[in-house]
C-alpha cells in the first residue's frame, strides 16, 4: 500500500541550527502538508502546498520556515534557526485531490537542545 | 476562533464494551469531517465525513455526521486491546487545512 515517508524519523539539533525535514508524498498526490505535534499537545497545521506554491499558512510559519519541492517527489520544510520551542514531532501529509483524505507520515521527532 | 472540541479526553473500558466518542465543532467555513486513529505515531485514516445523518461503517467503527447540531460520534462496538489509541477529530476549513481536536485516549483493559 503507498505511503508518506519521512525522513530522518528523530533529529536531535543545537539551538540556532538550521534543519531540513523531509517527506516523500504518495505518487499521485497533488496536495501537501505539514503539521507539527508538541508533545501531549494537538496536532497543529504549519503549510499547505498546492502547485508548486503555498496555499495556506498558519501563524506558526512565520519567516523561519520554508517549504520545497526541489524536484517530482521530495517535499521538504526547513526550519533556518531552530528555537527550543520548535521541538515537536513534525508530520508531512499528503492528499490525492480536493476534498479527498490525507494520508499522514510516520513523523520526525525533533528535538532542538 | 474556529474550535474543534473531542470529549472525553481520556476513557478506559473493558474489552467487549461499546464506546463512543463526541466531537463537537465551530468553524466558520465547514467542508468535512475526518477521523483519525494515532498509535504511536502517524494518525492513520478512519472515516470522512460531508453529509449529515449518513453513517460510516467499517467493521466494528461507525460514525455519523450532524451538520445542524455541529458534533460528530465515533461508535465502537466490541471493543478490543488493539483499539486502543488516540483518536482525533480533525475539521477541514476552507480548502486547504484541516483543524484537530485534542484528541481521546482510549484504553481498552484484556
Known amino acids: 500500500e503507498p505511503e508518506v515517508t519521512q525522513t530522518p524519523s528523530h533529529q536531535v539539533t543545537q539551538m540556532g541550527q538550521e534543519v531540513i525535514l523531509r517527506c516523500v508524498p504518495i505518487s499521485n498526490h497533488l496536495y501537501f502538508y505539514w503539521y507539527r505535534q508538541i508533545l501531549g499537545q494537538k496536532v497543529e497545521f504549519l503549510v499547505s502546498f498546492y502547485n508548486n506554491e503555498i496555499s495556506e499558512k498558519s501563524e506558526i510559519f512565520d519567516d523561519q520556515f520554508s517549504v520545497e519541492r526541489p524536484d517530482g517527489s521530495n517535499f521538504t520544510l526547513k526550519i533556518r534557526s531552530t528555537k527550543l520551542e520548535d521541538s515537536a514531532m513534525y508530520f508531512c501529509a499528503s492528499e490525492q485531490g480536493f476534498m479527498t483524505e490525507a494520508f499522514f507520515g510516520q513523523g520526525t521527532r525533533l528535538t532542538v537542545v | 476562533e474556529d474550535k474543534v472540541v473531542q470529549s472525553p479526553l481520556s476513557l478506559v473500558v473493558h474489552e467487549g464494551d461499546t464506546v463512543t466518542l463526541n466531537c463537537s465543532y465551530e468553524?466558520?467555513?465547514?467542508?468535512?469531517l475526518l477521523w483519525y486513529k494515532q498509535e504511536k505515531k502517524a494518525p492513520t485514516f478512519l472515516f470522512m465525513l460531508?453529509?449529515?445523518?449518513i453513517e460510516k461503517k467499517s467493521g466494528r467503527l461507525s460514525s455519523i455526521l450532524d451538520k445542524k447540531e455541529l458534533f460528530s460520534i465515533l461508535n465502537i462496538t466490541a471493543t478490543q486491546t488493539g483499539d486502543s489509541a488516540i483518536y482525533l477529530c480533525?475539521?477541514?476549513?476552507?480548502?486547504?487545512?484541516?483543524?484537530f481536536g485534542t484528541g481521546t485516549r482510549l484504553k481498552v483493559l484484556a
Open positions: 468553524v466558520t467555513n465547514f467542508r468535512s
Open positions: 480533525a475539521i477541514r476549513t476552507g480548502t486547504y487545512k484541516y483543524i
Open positions: 460531508t453529509s449529515s445523518g
